[in-house]
């Protein structure tokens, strides 16, 4: 019997190369990129299951990848913001934020038809401290939510102060479930992957059966462990490559013991 309950899935679209770690690999110019295997397979697997995701798009990827952003969106899931670069929010000004959400909004409104009701800043950039703008520019260029704050603090990113937002904007945090000594992502990225199928089933399990929620978080190249590969420092090559080939398999698992939907259809904002 699958367990009925409101499982957030989500896929933060972007390239194989945007990450933010201090020895991410600068390229010249954008390098190829195999793209269409990591959103074809999220589109299948989806199918699959008939189920809707939320797909947060970066908008130079939209800009590239046109056809990937509207097969997203005919296929029945929500398109939302990723911000139109790869470059952490906490570092602009509230003037540089206001730009590249608007123009990655409107690049993806273009090629969809629809309205973009979400915003996931990239690699969970948001600090509530640095960015007390945030909640005014978001709602005024006519977003509804955010998915951006990461409930603890990390090297990079993260806010274990953050209080909620006091004029209406409504914020969908990633799932944290208590793990041991710590609190831990579990259906997160890295988070995810570096789990054992078993320890992954089983705290997820335990979740599901505490009446917790779940929100799944992956990205394009997760789901195609043959992508081309960064050089980057040795725990940052951790990070980001750790378990890649046994993501499909966990997200299956997921898929057939609960009912997944989008943040939209979850908020019950209109298509």
Same mark, same amino acid.
Request: with cysteine.
């Given at each position: ?8 899935? !989500? ?20 390098? !190829? ?20 995701? !939320? ?15 509207r097969a997203l969106s005919e296929a029945g899931h929500e398109i939302g913001t990723h911000m139109w670069s790869h470059d952490l929010c906490y570092e602009m000004s509230a003037d540089q934020f206001r730009t590249s959400l608007h ?157 997944? !939907? ?10």
């Amino acid at each position: 019997m699958r367990i009925q309950s409101a499982n957030l899935l !989500t896929l933060d679209v972007e390239s194989w190369y945007h990450a933010n770690y201090a020895s991410t690999q600068k390229f010249p110019s954008p390098p !190829t990129d195999p793209a269409d295997r990591g959103v074809h397979r999220w589109i299948e697997l989806l199918a699959e299951f008939r189920v809707e995701s !939320t797909c947060f798009v970066l908008g130079e990827f939209a800009d590239r990848h046109p056809h990937l952003v509207r097969a997203l969106s005919e296929a029945g899931h929500e398109i939302g913001t990723h911000m139109w670069s790869h470059d952490l929010c906490y570092e602009m000004s509230a003037d540089q934020f206001r730009t590249s959400l608007h123009r990655s909004k409107s690049r993806l409104e273009d090629l969809t038809g629809q309205p973009v009701r979400g915003l996931r800043c990239p690699s969970w950039s948001f600090n509530p401290e640095r960015m007390p703008w945030f909640e005014d520019i978001v709602l005024a260029e006519g977003l509804a939510y955010d998915s951006s704050v990461f409930p603890f603090q990390t090297g990079m990113y993260g806010s274990s102060s953050f209080a909620g937002f006091k004029r209406g904007l409504r914020e969908v945090q990633p799932t944290v479930a208590k793990f041991g000594a710590w609190n831990w992502p579990i259906t997160s990225g890295f988070f995810l992957r570096v789990l054992p199928t078993p320890v992954f089933r089983y705290v997820v399990r335990r979740e599901w059966l505490s009446n917790r929620n779940t929100m799944i978080v992956l990205h394009p190249r997760e789901l195609d462990p043959q992508h081309p590969r960064m050089r980057l420092r040795l725990d940052h090559s951790f990070i980001h490559y750790v378990g890649l080939r046994g993501v499909e398999a966990k997200l299956k698992w997921c898929l057939e013991q609960a009912s997944w !939907t989008s943040i939209r259809r979850h908020l019950d904002l209109k298509a």
